[in-house]
């Protein structure tokens, strides 16, 4: 384009001299649709050039944008990530806290049976104990029954003796 604005330029001052009015009124028409034609395309390559400008910056900023969406969006990220892990944890210590506690009372359950245990075998001592006792009370009252039969067969034996001898002792009187 510049090229022929050259050109153009160049045979208007060579031939200006050779040329007629009417003609140098076609050459300034020439040169001045030209001109407007270089104006026009200088404002249409700056138009470009302006869209570029901006089509670069849009680009960029949607660029920025995006890029502080995604930090925001791994910034969300980490703190449901932090959320999550915080509530594993408390979940975990609950988990043992219950794990603990039925262990307490599971041994809880394992020393009351055991006291259960001990107590029914004391019981079934004092059970053995008092039927001791009791036998051995059977026993002695067995041995004064017994002492007390021997006393009164005795003292049977002693009067029936008695009783004989007085009768002998009667009958040899009378004999």
């Known amino acids: 384009m510049k090229k022929l604005i050259a050109i153009a330029l160049a045979l208007s001052s060579f031939h200006s001299y050779a040329l007629t009015p009417q003609q140098q009124q076609l050459l300034a ?5 030209q001109q407007e034609q270089q104006r026009v ?4 390559h700056m138009q470009q050039q302006n ?9 960029e ?3 920025r944008a995006e890029k502080i969406a995604q930090q925001k969006n791994a910034e969300q990220q ?12 408390q979940q975990k210590k609950e988990l043992d806290y219950q794990n603990k506690m039925r262990e307490l009372e599971y ?7 055991q006291q259960a ?15 001791k006792r009791q036998k051995a009370e059977t026993d002695v009252i067995q041995s004064h029954a017994d002492a007390n039969r021997n006393v009164s067969e005795g003292d049977k034996n002693l009067a ?16």
């Open 29 to 33: 028409i020439q040169q001045t649709e």
């Open 41 to 44: 395309e200088q404002e249409l």
């Open 51 to 59: 869209a570029a400008v901006k089509a670069r910056q849009r680009k």
């Open 61 to 63: 900023a949607n660029a």
């Open 78 to 89: 980490a703190m449901r990530n932090q959320k999550a892990e915080i509530a594993m944890e």
């Open 107 to 113: 041994q809880q359950k394992q020393l009351e049976l």
């Open 117 to 131: 245990q001990a107590k029914v075998s004391r019981t079934n001592d004092y059970i053995d104990q008092d039927l």
């Open 160 to 175: 029936t003796s008695a009783g004989k001898a007085a009768e002998n002792k009667s009958k040899s009187w009378f004999d």
